[in-house]
């Protein structure tokens, strides 16, 4: 029964969320003030059906009920309760209900903070987020119903994917999604304000606090699934230009975009055109990354079963929301106009930059991402495009953006009186010149041409970051909440350049092959293998094999890999060992069986590789700092106030 | 022109790029098995039927066959059971079955009581020679030509449709 009245309740939620788009951008183009008013309580509605939907779906996981198809192909009686709950976005159905549920979850928190927006204006917002909803709603009911029934009920479930069984990647899909349907209320402020035909500063600092929560979720999200991957599929690495994880990268180069040019636009008024494009651009970037996943149009190692039907159903989606927003963009934005100007050298400039070198990353990994479709589809051969391509293009403008930033951060807004901050510039480039070069040639005492580059460039960002905030507090000037997180976002960047660099170059890999009692010799590290034992899960049994570890002699850890064998897919899971010792990552990963006692182990000793998620973590805390400052909340009052004196002006 | 007009353009061109990697996708199938146009793997297993025998890769070579991977634990081999008798009984193509992690008996029973479809049946008890094959769950049929090129996978039961507009083809036109 329960079942049946989730999918009876997305049903209702599709209703609902057509009234909502309906009432939100009808009721302000003819004036109907009691459609205007109709908005919010279809929304409301819309939200506590995909609750209820939500619910529906996780009780027949948790009561293991296997005559839902979805329940049946994705859990089973043995997996543990906080997988069973997790195995809601296993697959493709489920991920889609996640999707829409978080995107009702956003509108709710648009409209419970709308009350500040003129009213016309909150209820286009709702409207257009009304139309997104409705779009995935119908696509989930008419390709991925998640309730669909089994007839007879499977005695037993086919239980969740093994790789998937993992606190790691339980929690990154939730937080990913929350920053990719972020996006789209930057995008439903972007189709309100060209409908209005006004886009006046208060818009940039109404959307400014939205897209940075949502730049934050998104990051987070994204590290999280860099994690996942290095310790959980234990291939080495952290990133591997798959195009599920471009997907997700994609719409992050745009977001920051979009993120440092609505502070331009908030702060100055100006990129008015540009800002709006971009808008519009980061959330097409999250729906194009859904299609890419979803239609099978790209293989990759951890896509969904894809389903060519439901790629032709969300590109038609696509066509409607990026086609329509994009021609309303070329209707409405030559009407804008920006009255100020300013100089080369002024932080707009450098902003200027910065997105059009973000811009350009995000094409140049769109394209690599799209080649094989391309190359495929103009019978070129297959042809498989990889970190060779990645790595250097992506670098390309990576490193002037990063060297930009060590710049900008001194220039003032308006005039380009960089010579005002020469020195603080000159000396941070000469401190991150010799730590770098410390760090390059005293610890690791080789290197890459490129390696002390980049630490110069990390450290230089690290330094000059900290200038302005400094200064401030020493001549006992506050710091508001925006400056402090934009300062610690950029700090992660830092971390983050510095990081990949070391990374990138001082990585050892080996695998070796032990019998019990065997030592070998890993980057001045020794490993002792004390063979293996059976182990037993819930869902599992496997070997765990041990390994002793020291440097020099001295004790690091023990450190145990398994091979899991579930028993329900019959799949094998390698579940690596990791252990941080003297700043390096140390990971083995369990290999063969090569009889008698041997095994075959994978070593990997990756130095600072920790730094990166933990960059990316601090990044997203500048994040969420940054949209909480005050001055976003008591933005909507003045925007009124501008709006109404714009009228007065007009009248 | 309208330079606004240029990111609506840049979409449309897209559009259109996406549209054709539509139109081709459904020859990839669901899971492209990395097998596809490579050499099958070599095996050589002991048979259920005639256990003194063994069925091994290099007796196959010079004829189509069908590599069906199924278990007597696997609820949608048995729904899928009818389409391989069919197959059988249209004897354009034989079935060799890989009897994946089973107990023997059970197997045997399976057969007689279900009917045989297969020409033979290899075991692999220890799930080794699945892995070769890149199995990720029964049931799963593989494809292999004459030259012992794998030229279809196909993931789950098989079906009607798949034989008809996949298999056959394959195997009366040598079409790849």
Redesign the interface.
């Known amino acids: 029964m329960l079942p049946e009245l989730g999918h009876f309740a997305l049903i209702l939620a599709l209703l609902l969320a057509a009234l909502q788009a309906f009432f939100g951008i009808a009721g302000p183009a003819f004036a109907r003030e009691r459609w205007t008013h109709a908005v919010t309580p279809a929304l409301a509605g819309q939200a506590v059906m995909v609750v209820t939907a939500v619910v529906c779906l996780v009780n027949a996981f948790v009561s293991n009920d296997f005559s839902v198809l979805y329940v049946a192909d994705n859990s089973n009686s043995a997996l543990p309760l906080f997988y069973r709950v997790t195995a809601l976005w296993g697959a493709h159905e489920g991920s889609l209900l996640l999707w829409i549920l978080l995107l009702a979850l956003w509108s709710v928190a648009v409209a419970l903070r709308s009350s500040g927006l003129p009213p016309n204006f909150a209820a286009r917002v709702l409207g257009v987020l009304g139309l997104v909803s409705f779009g995935f709603l119908l696509f989930t009911l008419a390709t991925s119903n998640p309730f669909a029934r089994l007839d007879p009920p499977a005695p037993d479930g086919r239980d969740l994917n093994p790789i998937l069984q993992d606190p790691g990647l339980a929690v990154h899909p939730p937080i990913l999604y929350t920053g990719y349907v972020g996006f789209a209320v930057a995008f439903a402020f972007a189709c309100a304000a060209m409908l209005e035909g006004r886009l006046d500063q208060g818009w940039a600092r109404w959307t400014r606090q939205w897209t940075t929560w949502a730049w934050a979720f998104l990051t987070c999200g994204i590290a999280l699934g860099s994690f996942w991957a290095y310790y959980e599929l234990g291939w080495g690495g952290f990133w591997f230009w798959d195009p599920v994880e471009n997907a997700s990268f994609m719409p992050w180069l745009v977001g920051t975009a979009l993120v440092h040019s609505l502070a331009v636009t908030d702060k100055r008024g100006l990129f008015k055109s540009w800002t709006l494009l971009l808008a519009i651009l980061a959330f097409s970037m999250s729906m194009l990354g859904t299609f890419l996943v979803r239609s099978g149009v790209l293989v990759s190692v951890h896509s969904f079963a894809a389903d060519p039907s439901r790629g032709m159903f969300i590109l038609v989606f696509l066509v409607i929301m990026i086609g329509g927003a994009l021609a309303l963009y070329a209707w409405r934005a030559p009407l804008l106009k920006s009255q100020a100007g300013f100089e080369l050298g002024a932080r707009e400039s450098f902003l200027l930059f910065n997105n059009v070198l973000l811009v350009i990353a995000a094409a140049t990994v769109l394209a690599g991402t799209l080649a094989p479709l391309i190359s495929d589809a103009l019978k070129l051969g297959t042809v498989s495009v990889g970190p060779p391509y990645f790595n250097p293009t992506f670098l390309l403008s990576m490193l002037p953006l990063a060297a930009l930033l060590a710049v900008g951060i001194h220039a003032g807004w308006k005039r380009g009186r960089l010579e005002d901050s020469q020195r603080a510039i000159l000396f941070s480039l000469l401190a991150a010149v010799v730590l770098a070069c410390g760090l390059v040639f005293g610890i690791y005492r080789q290197g890459h041409v490129l390696t002390p580059i980049g630490a110069t460039i990390g450290i230089w960002i690290l330094i000059s970051s900290l200038v302005d905030p400094l200064d401030r507090w020493r001549r006992g000037l506050s710091l508001s909440r925006a400056v402090l997180g934009m300062t610690i976002a950029h700090m992660g960047l830092g971390v983050a350049v510095i990081a990949l660099t070391t990374v990138e170059s001082f990585t050892v890999e080996r695998d070796v092959a032990l019998s019990p009692g065997q030592v070998a010799q890993v980057g001045g590290y020794e490993l002792r293998f004390e063979g293996v034992k059976p182990i037993e899960g819930p869902n599992f049994d496997g070997v765990g094999g041990t390994f002793v570890v020291t440097h020099g002699g001295a004790p690091v850890a023990v450190m145990v890999p398994q091979k899991r064998q579930f028993w329900v897919q019959h799949q094998v899971t390698s579940e690596t060992a990791i252990t941080l010792s003297r700043g390096n990552n140390l990971l083995l990963a369990l290999g063969d069986n090569l009889g008698a006692g041997r095994w075959s182990v994978r070593v990997q000793i990756r130095p600072l590789v920790s730094l990166v998620w933990l960059a990316a973590l601090i990044m997203a805390i500048g994040g969420c700092i940054a949209a909480s400052d005050r001055r976003y909340r008591s933005a909507p009052a003045a925007a009124v106030a501008r709006g109404s004196r714009a009228l007065a002006r007009e009248a | 022109m309208?330079r606004?007009?240029v990111?609506?353009g840049v979409?449309?061109l897209?559009?259109v790029?996406?549209?054709?990697?539509?139109r081709?996708?459904?020859d990839?199938g669901?899971?492209?098995s990395p097998l596809l146009g490579k050499p099958a793997p070599a095996f050589s297993l002991p048979s259920l039927l005639e256990p003194a025998h063994a069925v091994s890769s290099a007796e196959l070579k010079g004829h189509w066959y069908l590599f069906n991977v199924w278990g007597t634990w696997c609820?949608e081999c048995r729904a899928e059971h009818d389409m391989l008798l069919k197959v059988k009984a249209a004897g354009v193509v034989p079935l060799i079955g890989l009897d994946?992690?089973d107990d023997d008996a059970q197997a045997q029973a399976w057969l007689g009581q279900l009917g045989n479809p297969y020409q033979s049946v290899a075991v692999d008890r220890s799930?080794r020679a699945?892995?070769d094959w890149g199995v990720?769950?029964?049931p799963e049929t593989f494809l292999v030509s004459p030259a012992g090129i794998v030229v279809y996978k196909h993931v789950g039961a098989l079906d009607e449709a798949t034989w008809t507009r996949e298999i056959l083809p394959r195997v009366q036109g040598g079409k790849i």
């Open positions: 309208n606004f007009l990111p609506l979409f449309a897209l559009v790029v996406l549209v054709i990697g539509i081709h996708s459904p990839k669901i899971i492209v609820g994946w992690k799930g699945a892995i990720y769950g029964a």
